[in-house]
């Protein structure tokens, strides 16, 4: 159980009779509040919310909302401004976060739309702050919201929330070089996608593009990606391969090593393990990854072919067969 979920436990009082709507949810302990009623909202496939969606929709019986505040201040903006817009009534709304995410810079933005916050409570590195927000009019439009880049002659879409928002990352930068010396053809799975500049040069070359996250904001913005490019793909929120079938000629990855505010590998060595099932005989996987990251045991454990293609002081590109 998160240590926010903890601290939302212990306002159990308040909690009572309510019917709760709860945006960005993290955990899915969170279902079991003590409320009259919960609804989820969730932008990750992993946690199991009522509700999985790029921007929260609040339900016409909510009377409390509460907001688990996400890493990016943009995404906050973002959260604040869909749950406004689907408000009929002035509403309590909470904003729940650990003291080293950044939750009292985020006040400030907290407040310009809920008043000056109230502090409720602080326990286990969190604290909790109360606001009011009030309806905004018409439906929620995320277009003001998003920025718009470009990676050479392509258009990208990234949304609050997504990978390297807003930017070719360095990293998709260095594998897309040594991708165009050796383009993948026919189908291709595109492993955490982001805002889908791997899936948009990819098809734009004529693969044959799967591309999957697990988070839908990511989704999403790879969908508009795709189509203000003019070209398609299946797009799928997917847990890596949960939702993924069929196998593919080549998979293109430039997989997360942090989970929340927590540096982690265990996402790509899941990656890494279970590639080989969902490549045809022949099959390659393309990976960058930071040369700090110890993955070289793990990609010669599965594939018989492991070789460097590219490399700088940061990053590494893996091609493995």
Known sequence: MENTTRLLWRQE??????HLFIADA?????AQLPAASVTLHSDLVTVAGTQCSPWP?????????????????????WLLAALGHGLTQTTECWLVGPGKGGIRGALKQFAAVAGEPEALDSARHCKLYRGWLTPQTGDFDPQPLLRRFQ???LALVSAPGVFSHGRLDDGTALLLEALAEQPPSGAVLDMGCGAGVLSVTLARAGARVTACDASQVAVWSTQQSLAANGLQGEVLHSDLYRAVSGQFDAIVTNPPFHDGLERT???TQRLIADARRHLRPGGVLWMVANRGL???????????NVAVMRENNRFRVWRCQ
């Open 26 to 30: 993290d955990d899915g302990a969170l």
């Open 265 to 267: 590998t265990a996402v």
């Open 294 to 304: 110890a993955y070289e045991q793990w990609l010669s454990a599965a594939f018989a």
């Open 151 to 153: 990676a050479g002659e």
């Open 13 to 18: 009082s308040d909690l009572a009779g309510r």
């Open 57 to 77: 929709v609040v339900p016409a019986e909510a009377d409390l909302l509460v907001i688990i505040l996400p890493k990016s201040r943009e995404r906050l903006d």
